[in-house]
């Protein structure tokens, strides 16, 4: 029975992961920019179709596949946030979502007009095949792949935000965005980078999940709500609280699966509402 | 005359005389905006004059349309599935308002986008209940009836367009007394400034609840207008997705004029009926019809015609 659970938490982790890709660039763009965006989940979608076309239909190196699709979905983001999210920063929230929501609206359709609407199931690089017996049961090496590439995220984010120049920049503008603009920090220029950064998060999300999910136009708009549970659960913004909030949505959902098949996303919806109503600013916030 | 009451009067002599030279289609197409009309007017009074932005909305629609689907599947009577729908809507509103308005803002907006969500899982998984992914099919369009008083058919399109007009503009004519009374008063004081009206001795839980119930009838209305006409329904009326329609059409409209929502929901489906003719993918033209309204003209399009186009027709 133990082993069952443990088992079944190790398949969660891999959720978590997962889902931590995709939460992580929304959370940075929130904490930073202080735009909730909803087409957040559309570049995740462009990069997983991106990456589908390269590695499965064109057959390019799996690796290249992924790093050209990054490149493509950050030029996306570049083009975003210097034309459209610029310019929204100090209006009202309503307006704000609706502009971020438009974008859904032109890549879903976007997208059904190159690919088609119909969903696609892209195929798994060689290396990434079969199963590592773990506790006596098959854990397929793909989980494990997810595992390492979101632990390695993590750990990326960490040094970059705490260890470099660019990270303490935009820890200040994130703080208190008008004393930094007059210590001299560049915000329109940082802001284009950090955006184009979260895009790349989210492509790369898309990307890696690319072998074992379907590639279909509404991938967007589900796997955004997934993120938004996510941040709320850390608290809107923080990046560990995304981390924390993706590992138990992501063992949660697992067990869900496994318990209560039919309300398993009803349960974390629960855990949201109950999160925004007892600690509003989430678990980890402020 | 003023120039409003002349466009109210043209506007409606055009819906009554609607079915007498419109086919089939364009009855059809009115209703969806009679409904979408009804449904972003109760979302305004939450947003445009109670200053709270629901993205749950679609659950209360959802309730409304599922539970009338119910019981015109177990009881054909039109009434009773559009009042029970209409109060189903209302009730689940009580209950998850009284939760939602303890925020306001971007927690608000969470909170409810949170709920409506928890609909739809149930309206996509509870299988039993709701029919799963498959929904609920062959509702059928009961006769409008009292037992033994009277009994209208509504099987003919323009029968049903005309029970849909009539109770949609008895809705439209309550929330405008609403809101241009006290009450509605008292709202657009808490969305100014909440301290103000709360030094005042006013409830700010009480007016927020009431105004959270008031859009949850309304989108329950909305919501149990749509299993007569469709004969089915399905749970994505009760996605997120869904909810952001009355976000996209008030904006459209105008969030601060009492019309907007009305005139935003005419011109999604003119827009959608135009851009269609010419291309399925109607969705990337009018998500950049949403992002232009969002960077250029954000009071919305009826501000943007009276102050910028009327003008110029009045000086002459």
Redesign the interface.
């Known amino acids: 029975m133990l082993e069952k659970l443990l088992f079944q938490s190790l398949i969660g982790l891999s959720l978590s992961m997962y889902l931590w890709l995709l939460a992580a660039g929304l959370t940075i763009v929130f904490g930073v920019l202080g735009v909730l965006n909803f087409a957040h989940g559309s570049l995740f979608m462009l990069g997983a179709y991106a990456t589908f076309t390269l590695y499965g239909k064109l057959g390019l190196n799996f690796w290249i596949s992924i790093l050209l699709s990054l490149i493509s979905v950050g030029m996306i983001g570049a083009v975003l946030e210097r034309f459209f999210f610029r310019r929204i920063y100090e209006i009202d929230l309503p307006y704000q979502l609706i502009l971020t929501f438009g974008f859904i609206l032109i890549f879903d359709d976007l997208v059904k007009m190159i690919w088609g609407g119909v969903a696609m199931i892209p195929p798994m690089p060689s290396f990434l095949e079969g199963n590592l017996a773990i506790l006596n049961r098959p854990y397929p090496i793909y989980n494990i792949f997810i595992i390492i590439a979101g632990v390695v995220v993590a750990i990326v984010l960490w040094l970059l935000l705490e260890k470099t120049w660019w990270g303490r920049m935009i820890r200040a503008s994130a703080s208190d965005r008008e004393m930094a603009s007059a210590i001299g920090i560049n915000i329109p220029g940082l802001f284009t980078t950090v955006f184009i950064f979260a895009a790349m998060l989210a492509a790369l999300g898309g990307a890696l999940g690319t072998p074992v999910r379907v590639v279909a136009p509404g991938i967007g708009t589900a796997m955004i709500i997934q993120a938004f549970v996510i941040t709320v659960i850390g608290g809107l913004g923080n990046l560990k609280g995304a981390f924390v909030g993706a590992l138990i949505v992501g063992i949660l959902t697992s067990f869900g699966i496994l318990l209560f098949p039919v309300f398993e996303l009803f349960i974390i919806f629960v855990v949201m509402a109950i999160v925004l109503l007892i600690k509003p600013e989430g678990l980890f916030g402020k | 005359m003023k120039l409003k009451t002349i466009l109210l009067i043209a506007l409606l002599l055009l819906l009554i005389l609607l079915p007498s030279f419109g086919g089939k289609y364009l009855l059809y197409m009115a209703i969806h905006i009679l409904i979408l009309s009804v449904f972003a007017l109760g979302f305004n009074l939450l947003?445009g004059y109670t200053g709270l932005?629901s993205?749950g909305q679609a659950g209360f629609f959802a309730v409304g349309a599922y539970t009338s689907a119910k019981i015109l599947l177990v009881i054909p009577s039109l009434l009773l599935g559009t009042v029970v729908g209409t109060l189903a809507g209302g009730i689940s509103a009580l209950i998850l308002g009284y939760?939602c308005i303890?925020?306001t803002?971007?927690?608000f907006?969470?909170?409810t986008?949170?709920?409506g969500?928890?609909i739809y899982?149930?309206a996509?998984?509870?299988?039993e209940v709701t029919g799963g992914d498959d929904g609920l099919v062959g509702i059928p369009r009961a006769p409008l009836e009292i037992p033994g008083i009277f009994s209208i058919n509504m099987n003919p399109m323009e029968n049903y367009y005309y029970f849909v007009l009539v109770v949609s503009v008895i809705a439209i004519f309550f929330i405008y007394r609403m809101v241009n009374s006290p009450f509605g008063l008292t709202l657009k004081g808490i969305r100014d400034s909440e301290n103000r009206v709360a030094f005042a001795g006013v409830s700010i839980r009480t007016y927020r609840l009431l105004s959270f119930v008031i859009a949850g009838l309304y989108a329950g209305l909305a919501g149990s207008f749509l299993p007569p006409l469709e004969n089915t329904v399905t749970p994505p009326i009760a996605?997120?997705?869904h909810s952001?329609e009355p976000?996209?059409v008030t904006?459209l409209g105008g969030?601060h004029t009492f019309s907007g929502p009305i005139i935003g929901s005419i011109l999604f489906y003119i827009i959608k009926d135009l851009i269609v003719r010419f291309t399925q993918?109607?969705?990337?033209i009018?998500?950049?019809?949403?992002?232009l309204?969002?960077?250029v003209f954000?009071g919305g399009v009826v501000v943007f015609f009276s102050e910028n186009i009327l003008p110029r027709f009045i000086k002459k």
């Not at chain 2, 996509?124 to 299988?127: A, H, L, N, T």
């Not at chain 2, 993918?281 to 990337?284: A, F, S, V």
Request: positive net charge; without cysteine.
């Open positions: 947003l932005l993205f939760l303890r925020h803002r971007i927690y907006s969470m909170l986008l949170s709920f969500m928890m899982s149930l996509w998984k509870w299988r996605h997120w997705t952001a976000v996209m904006l969030i993918y109607w969705l990337i009018f998500g950049s019809i949403v992002i309204l969002v960077l954000r």
